[in-house]
């Protein structure tokens, strides 16, 4: 499981639940604001919870307008970065569409995370979903920078643009799928934003990965 934001009132209760159940969470989103300036205490819930990796799920508008507020936010995640490594976690940088629309020069957000950050230090959770939104195909991503992604989010895309559970939208997981081994993943997230049924769509969506050779011979 990944957390992003329901933790409940006490965190090491909901560690003990999930160790009770024969869960774990190796992921914990924790907002970029928080992480910057609360770094220490964000870190603290991650202990507490067992993961091991934080991930920055998200950047406001204001903060990331042009090609220098990148570089800047790029920045900052290093020095993230490296206090999280001190700490014995990995911190990673989950997208969303918008890294992916060209600003003033004709520059995509994307490419300067992947060349200004360091990737010692940040690595890459692809949200498979967001990156076909903003017009990328997540399979070349993913072999483009084998050394970036140790994490990713799996959810597909209904013809309406909205999301859907696994093998029901458009989105070509074979592709994805075959670029896993080679790309440093180690955990996949299914994720669907929106669902009438939350539980019937999990079980739809893990009935798909099932009949996939890669998640086949994997736990």
Same mark, same amino acid.
């Given at each position: 499981m990944e957390f992003a934001g329901i933790l409940?009132?006490?965190?090491?209760?909901?560690?003990e639940l999930l160790r009770s159940l024969g869960l774990a969470a190796p992921s914990l989103h924790l907002d970029y604001a928080g992480l910057r300036d609360k770094t220490e205490s964000s870190f603290d819930i991650a202990h507490s919870l067992g993961s091991r990796f934080?991930?920055?799920?998200?950047?406001?508008?204001?903060?990331?307008?042009?090609?220098?507020?990148?570089?800047?936010?790029?920045d900052e995640l290093n020095r993230i970065g490296e206090l999280a490594a001190g700490s /014995? $976690?990995?911190?990673?940088?989950?997208? &969303?569409? *918008?890294?992916?629309r060209e600003l003033a020069g004709g520059m995509q957000p994307y490419d300067v995370l992947l060349s200004r950050t360091d990737e010692r230090v940040v690595k890459l959770e692809l949200d498979v979903y967001w990156a076909t939104r903003g017009g990328r195909d997540a399979a070349d991503v993913l072999i483009a920078h084998p050394s970036r992604f140790r994490l990713v989010h799996l959810k597909d895309m209904a013809k309406d643009g909205s999301t859907t559970e696994l093998g029901r939208g458009?989105?070509?997981?074979?592709?994805?799928?075959? /670029? $896993?081994?080679?790309?440093?993943?180690? &955990?996949? *997230?299914?994720?669907?934003?929106?669902?009438?049924?939350?539980l019937h769509s999990i079980e739809t969506s893990i009935a798909f990965l099932r009949t996939q050779r890669y998640f086949s011979r994997s736990t």
């Open positions: 409940g009132p006490d965190v090491k209760r909901t560690s934080v991930v920055c799920p998200w950047l406001d508008p204001p903060v990331r307008q042009t090609i220098d507020d990148w570089k800047r936010i790029c /014995a $976690l990995t911190l990673a940088y989950h997208n &969303h569409d *918008f890294e992916f458009t989105i070509d997981f074979a592709g994805i799928f075959a /670029a $896993l081994p080679a790309s440093g993943v180690q &955990h996949a *997230f299914v994720e669907q934003d929106v669902s009438a049924d939350p």
